[in-house]
């Protein structure tokens, strides 16, 4: 595999970072240790332990019981965005306990703290949107999302099929992914590392707990049907929404996609390459932007990944205004709806066969494909 290193800097990145730090010094505020951040996370954790309660020791009915687990799926979603994926980019605190204390609540919820940090925090943010790196963009033979990925006649479509089966992620990190991870680690180039004593005890008791909450415990209580019945609904909201706000940030038909180019040449700066990978959207919406942990911010939190997200939207306003000062282009949907079309589009144009635009059929996909993928045609 390429190894991928970036170009050097042009002082468009020492020069943001010099107006984030003197953002922090002017108003004195903390960068991570935000007191907004302790009572969400008490709120987020209470509505979960809540409906976890309701679902397995008081509801009797079907639709109580599915409008719980539903309720389950977005909790459990918020907690992934808003505590998880600060604590694991050691944005929560300046205490490292803290901030493994808040990334292990992934562990609790069935996936690993330790493979979310090596492929999130290790490969995603550096590589963003470079297949054969950034795993974020993977999805085996399933679907096509960057458009130096080869092509399914499946593929076609993508843009339908694919929403439902992102609900069965959580399934599959759950029961099969981090397993093969392990398994596989120190083989290939981005493998695990080598797991100490207390990562495997993280791994180990986190699945444990898991398994107990979601199976063991509620199968005293309720028949074997009911139990899974509920498990797939959870795990189906929370993937969809899960996948869908990352979605957002990457598989847009604003970002680019860069190949994993066979020597250095051409790969430009790090953060300009952050630019041209991620996009916001709906940046004006408060509740939005709660209630997801900040990620409608993508681009600043891939800039500053480890600057607490309630800081995200002033930090957006420079980090707009020195794009607009060095010529960088910055990217952002005004809405959550616009994001979503735009990767319903993209899903669509890269299902669309390369191999079949050929002559003849150039100018019918003309409309729908990028300058990216006009550039791939075969020439005529
Ligand atoms: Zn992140």
Known sequence: MNRITFGAGDGFHSLLRARVHAYFESTGLD??????????????????????????????????????????????????????????HGAYSRHRWINKAAAITLDLLGGSSLIWAHKHN????????IPGHDDDINLGLIGRLSPHQPHRWWHRWQHLYLWPLYGMLPIKWQFFDDFADLAGRGRGDHSLP???????????GGKVIFFSLAFALPLQRHSFAAVIGCYVVTAMVQGIVLSVVFQLAHCVEEADFPAAAASNAGMGPWANHQLATTVDFSR??????????????????HLFPRICHVHYPQLSAIVEQTCRDCGVPFRSHPSFLAG?????????????????AGPRALPVLLPVLGEKEIALLPSR
Not at 122 to 129: A, I, P, Q, V, Y
Not at 284 to 301: A, I, M, P, T
């Open 194 to 204: 080598r797991l100490t004593p207390a990562d495997w005890l993280v791994f180990v």
């Open 340 to 356: 979503v079309v735009s990767h319903y589009r993209w899903l669509r144009r890269m299902g669309q066969d390369p191999a079949a």
């Open 122 to 129: 290790g490969l995603h943010h550096t590589f963003t949107n």
């Open 31 to 88: 960068r991570r240790d935000s007191v907004a951040m302790v009572v969400k996370s008490a709120v987020i954790l209470g509505g979960f332990v809540l409906t976890y309660v309701l679902l397995v020791f008081e509801v009797t009915t079907w639709p109580g019981a599915l409008a719980l687990s539903a309720c389950l799926g977005l909790a459990i979603a918020a907690i992934g965005f808003n505590i998880q994926h600060d604590g694991g």
């Open 284 to 301: 004006s919406n408060g509740l939005l932007s709660w209630l997801l942990g900040g990620l409608n911010f993508q681009v600043e939190h």
